[in-house]
């Protein structure tokens, strides 16, 4: 297999109708040669499609398993223009030599400002006024409204969501209070609780960014929500998992919280046509969203930039900095010097090889870089050598025996 080419050649295909910001992204580094399709393909068209692609870009409809992944010849890298990535075969991408790229971080602030959006709405009862309007009520009054200004948020789980949430909420005049498992830094006045029990019980709105973890299954059930002010308002855009949701459902029978928002689920519906079943529907004072936290044009865009730029990235310097699946290195230009990457199974035996190979040929090595993940290893060589030596260099790492890939970057 041919793998060192120039970008001319590189052959893009991006599905399920992957935001324009991609293809800018893509033309704007060189990248031309870029099929496009709107919506996720048919298992055969879509082998059809990926059979000569370098560069695969999907969402979350396009099931890139080890089957999919047999039907490509040339493929280089995957991008996953969305933050799940359970729709790729990483391990056996990886075994390829294949990294795959998502954006994990595009849709923070669209997150924080639903649940920004979210508190205010709870703490002035609109979701039960709303409700009621709906039905022809009229229920005018100020009982149980109240403004945001000068109440305690408390956020628990305080990374790329949770430290915007707190950005915004003290922007508003709240207080903000934080929980989370590792040191954190606390941006403006922020401070952090002394632990989860403290949190839940010193706030008004209890809000939860937590990634979903063995530790986080379940962690706000029954106890928890015992240990939330009466009247407090819980709100949980982070995993459906996160919160026990019949507990949930008691405590707001029960009147001890007033309301609540809930974004993500422990069961959610597959399309749309599936019905969304939960007992949170019984309650007017519960704002439900069909796990739309992150979903904004902006966000889109967002995806859209970031993945093509680490593809673009990988594919014109081999960084391969948040990888999912890969060992990460974060290289420099090469400039004046051709990169070769070797990407092989990490066994006792490739390095020395690599370097004798190397020692040989009495070329000069500018840079090397190593990075190793369990079973693969990547190394990086940028050389001074004229281009057909460095094609010569690249064709004997590929002899050594453990190699998965080779590549000559000009
Ligand atoms: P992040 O990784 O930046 O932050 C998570 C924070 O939680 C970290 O600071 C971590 O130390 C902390 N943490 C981990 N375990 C904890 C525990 N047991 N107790 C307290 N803190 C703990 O993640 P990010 O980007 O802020 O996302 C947070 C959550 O939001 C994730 O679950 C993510 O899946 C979810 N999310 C939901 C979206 C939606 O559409 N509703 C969109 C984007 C993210």
Redesign the pocket.
């Known amino acids: 297999m041919k793998t060192s080419f120039p970008k001319k050649d590189i052959r893009i295909v991006l599905l399920e109708g992957i935001h324009s910001s991609a293809l800018e992204a893509f033309r704007a580094a060189g990248y031309d040669h870029i099929e496009r399709h709107d919506k996720a393909l048919p298992r055969e068209q879509l082998f059809d499609a990926i059979s000569d692609a370098h560069i695969v870009g999907l969402r979350s409809r396009t099931q890139l398993d080890a089957e999919a992944i047999a039907h490509t010849r040339r493929l280089l890298a995957v991008g996953c223009f969305c933050?799940g990535t359970n729709q790729v075969d990483l391990h056996h991408a990886r075994e390829l030599g294949v990294p795959v790229f998502n954006a994990?971080?595009s849709?923070?602030r669209s997150?924080a400002e639903l649940v920004i959006a979210e508190a205010i709405l709870l703490m002035r009862r609109v979701p039960e006024r709303n409700a009621e309007c709906h039905r022809g009520g009229w229920a005018k009054s100020a009982e149980g409204s109240f403004e945001v200004r000068g109440k305690t948020i408390g956020i628990?789980?305080?990374?790329?969501?949770?430290t915007q949430v707190g950005v915004l909420a003290e922007s508003l005049g709240m207080h903000v209070l934080f929980?989370?498992?590792?040191a954190?830094l606390a941006m403006g006045n922020a401070a952090p609780a002394q632990d989860?029990g403290d949190l839940l019980a010193r706030s008004d709105i209890v809000t939860l960014?937590?990634?979903?973890?063995r530790?986080?299954a379940g962690?706000i059930g029954a106890n928890e929500i015992a240990r939330m002010r009466r009247g407090a308002m819980l709100i949980n855009?982070?995993?459906g998992n996160v919160v026990d949701i019949g507990a949930l459902a008691t405590a707001l029978r029960d009147a001890h919280l007033a309301g609540a928002a809930v974004?993500?689920f422990p069961k959610e519906p597959k399309s749309r046509e599936e019905e969304f079943v939960s007992p949170l529907r019984d309650f007017d004072n519960v704002l439900l969203t069909p796990?739309?936290?992150?979903?904004t044009q902006e966000a889109q865009l967002n995806i859209g930039t970031e993945v093509a730029s680490k593809l673009v990235r990988y594919s014109d310097n081999g960084s391969t900095l948040s990888a999912v699946n890969f060992p990460e290195v974060n290289l420099p230009e090469h400039k004046g010097s051709r990169r070769l990457l070797h990407i092989h199974h990490n066994v006792p035996g490739v390095l020395s090889r690599i370097n004798e190979v190397f020692s040989k040929s009495g070329v000069n090595i500018n840079g090397q870089h190593l990075q190793t993940d369990g079973d693969l290893g990547y190394v990086v060589i940028d050389v001074s050598a004229p281009e057909e030596q460095s094609e010569d260099l690249r064709e004997q790492l590929a002899a050594i025996p453990g190699t998965v890939r080779t590549r000559l970057l000009y």
């Open positions: 933050i994990p971080y849709n923070t997150v628990v789980g305080y990374g790329h969501i949770g929980h989370d498992v590792e954190k989860l960014h937590v990634p979903q973890t530790e986080t962690m855009a982070s995993r974004d993500v796990h739309v936290g992150g979903s």
